[in-house]
């Protein structure tokens, strides 16, 4: 089964890890504020006109593997 998702924002991976993404229906109204490798900021507007920012955040779960 295939999600048809009409909008993306995301920051491709390096070689063979990372990459970050989001996809989403178009009745959602959303605008990529900013993305990197580390982190979305997304402002959404809802149907009601309510707007506000999402933060979807990744890091590395192995401590020794961060880099600063």
Do not use: A
Not at 14 to 26: C, F, I, M, P
């Amino acid at each position: 089964r295939s999600i048809s998702l009409e909008s993306y924002c995301g920051f491709d991976s390096r070689g063979s890890s990372g990459g970050l993404g989001l996809g989403w229906k178009s009745l959602i109204k959303m605008d990529c504020i900013h993305c990197c490798s580390n982190y979305l900021i997304m402002l959404v507007k809802e149907v009601d006109g309510l707007l506000w920012y999402l933060c979807l955040v990744y890091g590395e779960p192995q401590l020794n593997k961060r880099t600063e």
